[in-house]
Each structure stands twice: as structure tokens, then as C-alpha cells.
Nanobody, 117 residues
Framework: QVQLVESGGGLVQPGGSLRLSCAASVTSFSIYTMGWYRQAPGIQRELVARIFSSGSTNYADSVKGRFTISRDNAKNTVYLQMNSLKVEDTAVYYC???????????WGQGTQVTVSS
């Protein structure tokens, strides 16, 4: 059974930083596209950042220049470094793994990030 376990969330002041981690219990981790999504109360879940098996990345416009996604295939882990955090970054952050062949998607349980003074 595939499991994605997020960690690293918490409370931080505006302008601060956090690093989220997502450990995946999957075989052939390197073939998965790994993504971070977030969902604030009353708002649809949205893509924050994604990293492909090739290592290429894409980001939501709202986090470009502040967040960095990376992966360590040897550790089956994807990271999200979040800098210059804003109040509007407050949300539950979810890790997602996508595989093409055969097609499959998996979600983590989420980790709360709260940005507040």
C-alpha cells in the first residue's frame, strides 16, 4: 500500500521560512511526478509546485521566487522550501504522487501551515 507522509508544517511569522517534507513508500519513486498542493478553508485545493521525473519543475504564480520544490530519489522524499511566507500562504499542504504507466495517483494526509504574527 502506497503511503505519503508529510512533515514540517507549523506556525511561522510573516517573512519566515519552513521546509516541508514528504516521504513516499513507493517502488520506483523516481518515475513519479511529485507535487505539493494546498487548500485553505472555503477555497478549492490548488497546485503549489510540481517536480517531474526529469527534474523539471513548475510553480503557481503566487509562489514563484519564494518556494522551491526538490526531490531526493535515494530517500524517496520530496521537499518544499518556503521562504518569505505570507499570511495568504496559510493552508493545509498536501503531497501528491502521480504515475503514468500504469496510471495512479496518491495523496498524503496533509500538514498545516499557518502564517501569522
Amino acid at each position: 500500500q502506497v503511503q505519503l507522509v508529510e512533515s514540517g508544517g507549523g506556525l511561522v511569522q510573516p517573512g519566515g521560512s519552513l521546509r516541508l517534507s514528504c516521504a513516499a513508500s513507493v517502488t520506483s519513486f523516481s518515475i513519479y511526478t511529485m507535487g505539493w498542493y494546498r487548500q485553505a478553508p472555503g477555497i478549492q485545493r490548488e497546485l503549489v509546485a510540481r517536480i517531474f521525473s526529469s527534474g523539471s519543475t513548475n510553480y503557481a504564480d503566487s509562489v514563484k521566487g519564494r518556494f522551491t520544490i526538490s526531490r531526493d530519489n535515494a530517500k524517496n522524499t520530496v521537499y518544499l522550501q518556503m521562504n518569505s511566507l505570507k499570511v495568504e500562504d496559510t493552508a493545509v499542504y498536501y503531497c501528491k504522487a502521480d504515475r503514468v504507466l500504469p496510471i495512479a495517483s496518491y495523496w498524503g494526509q496533509g500538514t498545516q501551515v499557518t502564517v501569522s504574527s
